[in-house]
């Protein structure tokens, strides 16, 4: 006799269950992917706001004129600079109030402000005969255009073509000072035209390796437009060169500087401002700035005399 097994039982409520179970699944892994998608939107948002209004956290000028020259430096004349996209810019050229030493000193500035912030450096320059072009960039100090990388360079070449041109600055006894970002203005300058001697106040690296300081959580070597290869062009610098920069620098960290007067191709001297900060008085006209500045011309003096 032929036994047929009989069929196995299933529970009325299993069926139930395990479809319950794959739908708290279905739902959860939903609600995962939802999840995600919102953070690589946010993600994206964020980093398309960085890319389109990076160079408004770079550049904070101040756009307003500060009047004429004469009147925050008795003395001092407003010169025009007329660059190679022709752009007019205005900038103030100081005179020497001590003894003519022949050497001009072009001054590119930092990131912020405009030239009235840096009369007091032009008027301690020139008390030790010193003349003194202080420069803005487009879009600082009441001249038109927008800034970045490639325009500064242009507004930087301006500058010097005025010296040489119409003032009749000798090239070999120029000073190019760069403060902060303007010592990557000074020092791309200085490897195609080079000056009597380099001074950088607070220099970096190069743009991103500051910017990842302050903001790690993005990728910054990627995003960033304007570059600003500092260490990389000062290697290419021949001259006389002095590095200037304060022992706590929050903004700037000090081995960058560091970094920067390590690789100079020429001669370095180096001045640490002890407990000075990036924007601290002392290192903005401080006496060790404006002895760096006059030892520097020491050294073109005895270069060129």
């Not at 939903?30 to 408004?56: E, F, N, S, T, Y």
């Not at 001009?104 to 008390?127: E, I, K, Q, S, T």
């Not at 960290?253 to 191709?265: C, D, H, I, K, M």
């Not at 001297?269 to 060790?288: C, I, R, S, Y």
Request: proline share 8%.
């Amino acid at each position: 006799m032929t036994v047929v097994p009989r069929p196995a039982r299933v529970r009325a409520g299993g069926s139930r269950d395990d479809a319950f179970r794959r739908v708290r699944q279905n739902v959860g892994m939903a609600a995962v992917v939802r999840v995600a998608v919102i953070v690589l939107l946010v993600l994206a948002l964020l980093l398309g706001a960085v890319w389109a209004l990076q160079r408004r956290l770079i550049y904070l000028p101040d756009r307003a004129s500060p009047g004429p020259a004469g009147r925050t430096l008795p003395g001092a004349r407003d010169v025009e600079l007329t660059t190679s996209d022709g752009l007019r810019l205005t900038a103030w050229l100081v005179p020497p109030t001590g003894p003519d030493r022949d050497i001009a000193v072009l001054y590119a500035p930092g990131n912020g402000g405009n030239r009235a912030g840096r009369a007091p450096l032009a008027a301690a320059l020139a008390a030790q005969g010193l003349t003194v072009l202080l420069l803005d960039y487009r879009g600082y100090g009441g001249n038109p255009g927008s800034p970045d990388e490639e325009k500064l360079a242009r507004d930087a070449r301006a500058a010097r073509a005025h010296l040489v041109t119409v003032e009749g600055a000798d090239p070999q006894r120029l000073i190019y000072f760069g403060e902060s970002l303007g010592c990557a203005v000074a020092t791309e300058m200085a490897v195609e035209l080079p000056p009597g001697g380099l001074l950088l106040r607070s220099p970096f690296t190069d743009l991103a390796a500051t910017a990842a300081e302050h903001y790690p959580f993005l990728p910054v070597r990627l995003l960033l437009r304007d570059r600003f290869p500092v260490a990389e062009q000062i290697a290419q610098v021949s001259v006389p060169t002095a590095v200037v920069y304060g022992s706590r620098d929050t903004v700037v960290p000090t081995r960058q500087s560091e970094l920067v007067a390590a690789r100079a191709g020429g001669t370095v001297e180096v001045t640490v401002v002890a407990g000075a900060d990036h924007n601290d008085p002392d290192l903005f006209d401080g006496p060790q700035v404006v002895a760096a500045v006059t030892r520097l011309a020491d050294r073109i003096d005895h270069a060129t005399r």
